[in-house]
């Protein structure tokens, strides 16, 4: 179970966000006992999230640059000297605790500066200032021992084709993560590059819409061989599928790394990020997981208590009902798999392809006059069968809700 469920604490949620939103201020204290903005802040985060991580059993934590020390308002060189000292200070404060980075990144999207996005901005400034973040976000995933490094374009997107020229953004943001990967390699980073698709939210059309967007970019650019998906749950569910299926599509193009482990609100239409309690979703979310064989990455709670839930202890009953939805949700998972009447059905229902014509077609010798020939001789086809979709719902709830007896 420890080796499928590798939970990560986010930075930015657990130990940054105060449940600010646009229409009220923060509700829950997260100070620290120490002055929002300073060093001693940075710190004060680094011991309250140890502590919260070690009470919990979580090994993993996952950040951006700007969620561990405050942003120096004019001098990128200044900010880098805080990350240096901080994550000096995180490796001081986790040795012998066995406590690490999952992955990390770079906040490409909060600073005004990228507000035209990122690799994608019209402005070859921004882009180097893009490029110098993630440089640092490498390096810092080398000292810390990360496993991952992340993009979330955010900010990669537009919001009207009348001033945007979409290849060149495109083609830029290719280049970024080309620099990325070499630079990577180059200082040994040997872990693996995550795209986390969002189709909207904060720019109206993002190009990492969804799983297959951004493996259709990937292959277009030659990087599907360093980068994959980091897929998230709200985010699947704002690009209009499910969880399940973002994860499928990931699984099949041999490409699912990571997740984000939380889930949306289906009557509200942004990424709310809450914790997931969803026992149907995890269960399909692990089926999917255990039978490609595994995440290379980890379950991170990119998740956020809701805004009156504000207290201490609310924090730590969130990561309980996560960790706790997740486990159940492997333990069906497997369930799933043992009981065998899903894959039996599966494997039945494309039996015309293990032999005669439908083998050939699998194998790649059928040509088009060779099906022709085959239904000419068929006259008409044979019925392709019912696909028993309400039998195979019945059968998770009988794995989910059946007695042992």
């Keep these: 179970m420890e080796e499928n469920l590798r939970f990560a604490m986010a930075w930015w949620h657990n130990l940054c966000a105060t449940g600010v939103d646009m229409f009220g201020a923060g ?19 680094v011991d309250a999230g140890i502590e ?7 090994k993993y934590y996952c950040f951006h640059d700007a969620d561990i020390v405050p942003e120096d308002p004019v001098d990128i060189n200044e900010t880098n000297r805080r990350l240096e000292e901080i994550t000096d200070y995180l ?20 600073n005004p500066r990228f507000m035209n996005g990122a690799g994608s901005s019209n402005s070859a400034d921004v882009f180097c200032f893009a490029a110098a973040q993630a440089k640092k976000g490498i390096e810092l995933a080398v000292k810390l021992g990360a496993q991952g490094y992340v993009f979330w374009g955010g900010r990669e997107g537009y919001e009207t084709l009348l001033n945007t020229d979409m290849k060149l953004e495109q083609d830029n943001v290719a280049q970024l993560f080309r620099m990325a990967r070499d630079y990577g390699r180059k200082i040994g980073f040997t872990g693996d590059f995550y795209i986390e698709p969002k189709p909207k939210e904060p720019m109206k059309h993002q190009y990492d819409f969804d799983a297959a967007t951004a493996i259709g970019f990937l292959r277009k650019y030659g990087l599907d061989k360093d980068f994959r998906m980091n897929i998230e749950a709200n985010h699947a569910t704002l690009a209009g599928h499910t969880f399940q299926h973002e994860l499928r599509v990931s699984a099949v193009n041999d490409m699912m790394g990571s997740v984000d482990a939380n889930q949306g609100d289906l009557l509200l239409g942004w990424d709310t990020d809450q914790f997931p309690s969803n026992v149907y979703d995890t269960t399909m979310a ?13 379950l991170n709670f990119d998740a956020k208590n809701r805004r009156p839930s504000n207290t201490p202890e609310d924090m730590f009953v969130a990561f309980i009902v996560g960790m706790d939805t997740f486990a159940l949700g492997l333990i069906k998972a497997a369930a799933l798999i043992e009981d065998g009447r899903i894959d039996s059905f599966v494997k039945e229902r494309y039996a015309s392809y293990e032999t005669g014509i439908g083998k050939e077609i699998r194998e790649g010798t059928a040509t088009l006059e060779s099906c022709a020939a085959h239904a000419a001789a068929l006259k008409a086809p044979a019925d392709p069968g019912s696909g028993q979709q309400e039998y195979l719902e019945g059968v998770v709830n009988n794995v989910l809700f059946a007695s042992s007896c």
Excluded: C, V
């Excluded at 692990?286 to 490609?292: D, P, Q, T």
């Design 52 to 58: 919260f991580m070690q009470k919990l059993g979580i």
């Design 91 to 110: 490796l001081e404060q986790t040795k012998g605790t066995g406590i690490k980075a999952l992955w990390t990144t770079a906040n490409m999207f909060s």
């Design 27 to 45: 509700t829950a204290d997260k100070t620290f006992h120490a002055e929002p903005g300073t060093m001693e802040h940075a710190k004060a985060k």
């Design 286 to 298: 692990m089926y999917e997981i255990l039978k490609a064989g595994g995440l290379r990455g980890g």
